[in-house]
């Protein structure tokens, strides 16, 4: 059993088709009554392999109750992060012999996920959430107890297989990475410290509590910033004039492209990648798209046709088309806006840098010069350092976004 974002379904089966044509594979998607006919017809086609997405599985797990698999897989395993959602439940819920759990980031903001991910694997073996958070997560985080890191790395390291991409594909080639800042023009700028001033003022002038029982409505202010720095016409309709890193974009497309490379843009606004599309079509520069609206089997077919014709770029949006997707066709990566966390710009870097590749891999960060990216990008270091330093043994510090977090964001800004 092989569950999966619903995103990858069709890539497991094209690459079991790839590289294992002789194992006969199950899918379990499409409609309700679809699935239901496709699990009924198990016991007699008898399939070595069963794929599904993790919300399907969701849905679907009644009809699963009878069934005992040998192994099950669970692919792109930070989605089971949280142990109180459903789709952590019913994973852990499937009779299986083995368990495997795949992904390149066990931890992403905090010890809990890496708890959840081995309540999947081996049950009861880190006990339960509140026996792990009092032994180790706050010794470890709070305190700093070096000798419960130490231990807690001893138990968990002889189950982890950990490789990195340069230990085990030796003939890949070089990627170089390069933050490129952006200056913001005089329209722009203001836009943003009026937006700058108006949260500032809103957090310096309350207690711990108000500031967590208002998080949302600072996360959504600090959205607004974000999108301030991409291109002010995100968040004002009046705003008439290209932004400067959507005009840097371009001039990095334009020369990329005259220089025979092909693109791939990510940003995590889909509305951004919309203005985007309008400004290639101006330029005379054919693209594909993959958004959250995007057919599931449709993104498989257009990795395929990118990785083959000569369309130079493809705009996509983080959230949908960062994991999964071969797009080796591709040797520049553009990433218009930075995320809190770095695994996943890390990963969709990744459809590019990957088995296939045969080019030297370029990705650029746009970053918007003295404003909250440049502090992102602080951010995400801090959160890398996060599951490094477990798995490698070293000082570990939380991944949390607290108050002072964000007033050390404004200080400059």
């Not at 497991?12 to 679809?34: D, N, R, S």
């Amino acid at each position: 059993m092989i569950v999966t974002p619903a995103s990858l379904i069709y890539n497991w089966q094209a690459e079991l088709t790839k590289f294992a044509p002789q194992l006969k594979v199950a899918l379990i998607a499409g409609t309700q009554k679809q699935r239901q006919l496709q699990l009924q017809s198990l016991a007699a086609t008898k399939p070595d392999i069963v794929i599904t997405s993790y919300d399907l599985l969701k849905r679907d797990l009644e009809e699963y109750q009878d069934i005992d698999f040998a192994f099950e897989i669970i692919d792109e395993a930070q989605y089971i992060k949280n142990p109180r959602t459903a789709v952590a439940k019913a994973v852990k819920q499937l009779k299986s012999q083995i368990r495997f759990a795949l992904t390149g980031t066990p931890i992403e903001n905090g010890l809990s996920e890496l708890w959840s991910i081995f309540d999947f694997l081996m049950p009861g073996f880190l006990g339960t959430y509140h026996d792990f958070r009092s032994n180790y997560e706050n010794p470890i985080i709070k305190d700093q107890q070096k000798s419960v890191q130490q231990k807690l790395n001893q138990l968990v390291s002889p189950f982890i297989l950990r490789r990195l991409k340069r230990q085990v594909l030796k003939d890949l080639p070089e990627k170089t990475e390069q933050v490129y800042l952006v200056e913001m023009e005089k329209k722009q700028r203001t836009l943003y410290q009026a937006q700058t001033s108006l949260l500032k003022k809103q957090v310096e002038h309350q207690s711990e509590q108000e500031f967590n029982q208002s998080k949302l409505e600072i996360l959504a202010g600090l959205t607004k910033l974000r999108e301030i720095c991409c291109d002010p016409a995100l968040v004002f309709t009046n705003y008439q004039q290209i932004s400067a890193k959507r005009q840097a974009c371009l001039d990095l497309v334009e020369q990329a492209v005259s220089d025979g490379h092909k693109i791939l843009i990510f940003s995590q606004f889909v509305s951004l990648l919309k203005m985007l599309a309008k400004d290639l079509q101006t330029a005379g520069f054919k693209y594909y798209e993959i958004f959250g609206s995007t057919a599931k089997k449709q993104r498989t077919i257009l990795a395929g046709k990118f990785n083959q014709d000569q369309v130079p770029v493809f705009l996509i949006s983080l959230k949908s088309g960062g994991t999964g997707l071969n797009l080796t066709g591709a040797d520049v990566v553009i990433h218009f806006d930075p995320w809190w966390n770095s695994a996943a710009q890390s990963q969709a870097t990744d459809r590019a840098h990957r088995i296939g590749q045969q080019n030297k891999v370029n990705v650029y960060s746009l970053i918007s010069k003295d404003s909250i990216e440049e502090k992102v990008l602080q951010l995400q270091q801090a959160k890398q350092q996060l599951a490094d330093n477990l798995l490698n043994n070293e000082k570990i510090t939380s991944g949390k976004l607290t108050k002072e977090d964000l007033l050390q964001i404004w200080s400059k800004n």
